[in-house]
């Protein structure tokens, strides 16, 4: 479907999302990974230093009928949310975000404004969308900070690397590596998990939208910043708000420079 989408409606090429996979590319989603993989750890040993939580279980199966051997079954939840990192990060960020920016973009918002545009409305639908978990006005609340911290990554690399490996991590040390997700007792049986945690802690703290997951998505967003700006000589905006249909892979938001070049 995105790939009929880009081709008959954009006419793009998937790479123009941001989808140009090649060295920098793996590296640049590598480093989201490890991000995710040290902030949502760091949120984990909170809970734990703070007597929130407690590991009751290493290497721990899933509890539910006909679930999987922890081995197969963290294979199985590898390459599932592998595929969610792309998927939602070329809909949301590539699809989503990108065509909404240039749906703003008009003679009285300039190119800058028309992209942030696009990135509110973009998290805005990330958040609406997870409205299965975002049970409150603050889950909501979490779900689009998240989706801003995404999108912010794209707009600043004009690639859906950074924010595919930051989702697809997020995703798999939330469920099956630190069972941050365990708080939530619908789901604490079915997921495999290397650890298994069981909390105790208030909610506003240890919930899935508590504190102390929000102070890890600042986190996130603080050490991608960090990572962005030894990249690039200066940070800014290289998502363009102008429908280049057909385009050579050009990038950049200031329209009369083109991309930014990396150090």
Known sequence: MAAIWARYVDRRRLTEYGLDVGPEWVRDAGVGVVVAFLAWGLALAVHLTAGWAHVSAVLSPGTAENALPFGLALIAFVGQFLFVGVWEELLFRGLILRNAAEGFRTRRVSDRGAVLAGLVASSLLFGVVHVDQATSLPALGFWVLMGTVLGSAYVMTDSL????????????????????????????????????PEFT?????????????VGAVVLIAALTTGYLT????????????????????????DLDQGAHARR
Not at 169 to 196: D, K, Q
Not at 201 to 213: A, Q
Not at 235 to 248: F, I, K, M, N, T
């Open 201 to 213: 802690g208030p909610t506003r703290l240890v919930g899935v939208s508590g504190l102390i997951n």
């Open 161 to 196: 690397a950074i924010p595919v490996g930051l989702h697809f991590a997020t995703n798999l040390a939330f469920n099956n590596v630190y069972g941050l997700s365990n708080v939530r007792p619908e789901t604490a049986a079915i997921a495999s998990t290397v650890l298994r």
């Open 230 to 253: 030894i990249q690039y000589d200066r940070l800014g905006v290289r998502v363009s708000s102008v429908y280049a249909p057909d385009r050579d892979s050009t990038r950049g938001g």
